[in-house]
């Protein structure tokens, strides 16, 4: 009576896409760390019909660092995020957006293509690959393509991977000298907290003018999201108090936040305009007379 | 040297390594695992159960109300609480039928082939609503009302140059232990075994024996595993889970394994009773106090469980250290559709000193005086009585407490500092403190009524084995029981120990509960040493031919007029082997002159108190409006510091419990039903969310208490609450008269 799982931990990466091909009928759930399917499945929230480990995959834990950005595999983990240099000096807002991560024992295990599958409007790190631009390549038994980050998720909790598809690469545009990154996650609490809003941003600013500016949004939309509108009405500007002031009323409309059981869609409201204020006003400070 | 020296924890070493058997590491042969099917209307009648006829049903054991060979009632205070719900449903998550089979899934698997058809009853799952709505308990809805009524209120209130009037309100609060609930029930020839996670040992017992249909104690044995925490959730709780397994265990026969995940101990167990407090006060100009007038609603949940005596301790505690001669308290506890709250930590008590300091602290705003000023007006002194009459004639530190904390923290000037910061920093300041009491020991003649009893046993190897039902939870009963025993024996802690909790074996003690184990089953303890020093003396001394009065116990050895003649070790074990005094045990004696009306709820509540004063910094982003707790300073009194580093492990966990409950500990009910049954989203703080403590220990000792020592479990989650919401006020310049305190609370006061 009791329900059949199909189970496979494969020897190389083959092997895993010939599995998906084979059950992509069944939906089948990619365990990497365990940190989002293991709870899922123990509180009955899903009941896998297959399961496919990728957690052993050495061809997904790789890290290269190119010219112009950094390849991320997708079981790189939170804790190598937070440690190792490359991330740190090349992605910095990576290693903060880790850092904020649950507690340790999720660090270890937490991986960056776990928080990108799972799809939530959360995730910690989705923010930040949403203001690097970053591009996904996705893999099937049939090859491979290539996925804007930003046009990867098509609504709550849903992407655009297929059913015989894994995250193969992460692919993150480093950051340059002059472009200045900011991070904040609003969470429940100091550490095992999910946010109740956060804010990545990468700005560059020159003689006093924001010459770029870039936003990205967890926890106030269906999806993670960029605040493009606000984006567009800083992008050239003199950053000044009017600007700000109106650059914290414009970014009401690039979200659409709920009451849930961890806030309320006002907080989220008002608090997503304070930081974006924050961190414009200390942007601005930090710029004065360049 | 035992008393006040930090000894090694007896329970520490298994614990670090990984040894300490908790019951889920416990296992028998052939043994099944039990899980519950429970409601989900919070009210009803069962019209049919049906079974899924495609499941085969003998690969499984059911049990519902009609398995039952004795009472479906969980004996506690009233009998009003069934094991298995029969035909009426009275919360959500109640217990109707219990699965076992030889592997949990499959009992979970059963279970989603049952279905309970229900007709569903309207039903009442607001407190402010008890009152009017359904028909659930009596004629009205009331699992008890107490009054409690001290000199002339309307003579205090003309007498006032104020009156300050305001209403309070706290929510539930998770208990959170870290293991959750969990038995194993192993059944014999007309008897049953049961092996828990549990504070009361002896309470299971009570319970089982009616349940079962036994007429003998002796049929049920109760044996306390090594327990992750209770904090009082474990008191009575385990009365139903113990009986759950027991009953499948029985219709088995084979031993059956019931061990809750997180979401159901969440959703099925008791909380703190949520409350809604109505303080009216008149004042003086210069601040004194000249009446209270406080009335007291708490939310009892469908079944009275502990309520009664909760809201018994909510009430003594309302009116808090302060003088006053005109007080009229009247405390309500109702019963809803809700899941039946219980007890935790300070039962009754966090409720009723968060709405009392919070109004304490209007006081001083009406008088625009410093909070600390109208304290140190009216905080009791030794002459002073309290609410209900009892005259406080030793071991009173209020004072000592409020200026200890006061010095430590630097509160006058920082909460003149910070007041200055108000208009225009982004990061608001604020510093708050409150001053509370707790009584040691069951209310009342209650000691009396429980005769607790304590042993000791000399072993054939010369060690002292201490007998008591006292559980260990985590508290550090084991080490402080074996540093008392050491010490009126003058022997080493590590001759001493503990004979573990076998209900079997280990005489009543009464429940651990009440912040009465180091003072009251510690006396017990302490006595029996006593007295076995004395009959070992006496032992001695006939096999000597001397008088007693010649020989001495010390640093382990007796001495005969100043000559050593045995060592404590050698002449335990003659004593041991030959017949001479091996053992020694106390019964609890109600001391001359305690007096106490359980109707008028007059006289002595309790031996004596313990007192404290807490002050709370916190830190607030008026960006986000994250609260954070930087800074706690508590000084409490505990009479005698047994085991000073544990004492202070007391005071911070307990404080912690309580900065929990003041700014992020809300569990979201709605209709009845628990939404958030998750550690993720059912929020305790985190090491990261606990302040810098600075924690002090006074020492005002107790002539009754072991060593001069009183009760410390329960004090510290009393006074954390009303000193954090104290110290967000004074951040934001707002007034918070309900908690917890959220960020999105602070949101909308600041933005209105």
Redesign the interface.
Known sequence: ??TEVEFCAPKNLAEALEFLALNRDKKTWILAGGTDIM?AI??RQISPLAVLDIWGLRELRILEQHQRHLTLGPLTTFSEMMQDPRIGQTVPLLREAAQSVG?VQIQNRGTLGGNIANASPAGDVLPVLAVHNAVLELRSAKGSRNVEFNAFYSGYKQSVLKPDELIYRIHVPIQWPQQIPYW?K?G?????A?SKVAIAAIAEVRGGILQDIRIGLGAVAPTVVRAKKTEDTLRGRRLDNRLIQAAGEIIQSDICPIDD????A??RR??TT??L??FLSDLKLAHRGM | MSIGVNVPRKDGQSKVNGQAAYVDDLSFDGMLYGVTLRSQIPHGKIRAIQFDPKFDWSSVVVVDHSDIPGQNIVTLIQRDQPFLAAQLIRHVNEPILLIAATSRKKAMEARTRIEIIVDELPSVTNLEKAATGVRLYGEDNLFKEIHIEKGDLPRGFAEADYIVERTYKTGLQEQMYIEPQGVIAVPGKDRISIYGSLQCPHYVVKALLPLLSFSHPDQVQVIQMVTGGGFGGKEEYPNLLAGHAALLAMKSECPVKMVYDRAEDILATTKRHPSIIRHKTGLKSDGTLTALAIEIDFDGGAYATLSEVVLSRGCIHAAGPYRCENIDIVGRAWATNNPPNGAFRGFGAPQTCFALERQIDLVAKTLGIDPLEVRRRNAMEPGDSTATGQVLTESVATHKCLEQAVKASDYIRKRSEYSKLLPKARIRRGIGLSLFFHGSGFTGDGENRIRGRAGLQVTPDGFIEILTSSTDIGQGTETIFAQMVAEELGIPVDLCRNAGVDTNRVPDSGPTVASRTCMIVGDLVRSAAAQLREDLIKWLAELENCNAEQITLVGGCFLLSGQRVASFQDLAKRACSEGGPASASKTYVQPEGLEWDEKTYQGQAYPVFSWGCDVAEVEIDLDTYEISVTRFTAAQDVGKAIHPVMVMGQIEGGSLQAIGYATMEEVLQKNGWIENHRMTNCLIPTALDAPAFETHIIEEPFSGGPFGAKGVGELPTDGGAPAVAAAIDHATGQRFDEIPVTPEKIELALNP
């Open positions: 009576m009791t709870p123990n509180s507690a904040r609003l429940t609490r100091q550490a095992q999910i059981i961890r806030s309320t006002r907080f008002r608090t304070n930081i204020r924050r």
